[in-house]
């Protein structure tokens, strides 16, 4: 007969075992006959052996004919949560934002998939502070609410008063920030001019008009459900639009996805 074993990935340390007549440990074996095979890779550890009439540990074995194989899968080390980092800003002199609604409300899309992300959120955003965290957290999802003014988004200054962040600065930092795989400006009119990125960029989600909180709100439910579920960003985005016309709370045409 034929007997064959392949062991992948690190091997764990085997049990201690009985002295014995015949101790098979990651191995191949053969009586009467046939061919014996093994491949052992990344295993590690040898057991010390005290009492026993014949033991395979991670082995095939085949005795009279016949063929025997077992493969030892290498475990998967379980994929870090994605980032997902929420800047916020509501500078004096503009429309005050519900900040701690809003922020309760993302958490919560988030909080049914604690393996899937971890959330961050950034109160009170400068362009400095945003900086750092961009640079430090390394997000896989940039998630900006915030005023926008003709494109450019309305950040705070280190006094709490209104800081105009260029649109095309943000969008070269985006650029250079390689672990962002979708960026979503979550203020009024932040598409307004914005056309087809260029190579290297994530997708961006960009506002046409105006948008209710609670339709920006409906839209980032649907959107992380459907990464949440292993979908791309594309269907990720037309999930959350479709969530938009499922629930009735309007504006499902304002988001735009630029890649």
Partial sequence: GNASVRN???GEEPPALPD?????????????????????RGTSGTPSKTSAQRTYIGSAHTEGGGTATVVNEAQRTPAAPLIVLAA???????????????????????????QRFLFAPLPRATPDDLHQELLRL???????????????????????DAHPLPRAAL??????TSSLRCVILSACTSA???KALGAGMPPVIAM???????AARTFARGFYDAIAAGHEVRAAYAAGCDRMRLTGVGGADVPVLLE
């Avoid at 046409?208 to 609670?214: D, G, L, N």
């Fill in 8 to 10: 992948e990935g690190p």
């Fill in 20 to 40: 014995a007549d015949r101790v098979y440990d990651r191995s191949a074996h053969a009586e009467r006959g046939g061919n014996a095979r093994v491949d052992n």
């Fill in 88 to 114: 916020y800003a509501a500078p004096r002199g503009v429309p005050p934002l519900a900040w701690d609604v809003e922020e309760r409300a993302l958490r919560d899309c988030l909080a049914p998939y604690p």
């Fill in 138 to 160: 390394r997000p896989a999802f940039l998630h900006i609410l915030s005023h926008g003014d003709q494109g450019d988004l309305l950040f705070e200054d280190s006094f709490g």
């Fill in 171 to 176: 969008l070269q930092t985006i650029a250079n």
């Fill in 192 to 194: 307004a001019g914005l």
């Fill in 208 to 214: 046409r008009a105006a948008i209710s909180s609670e």
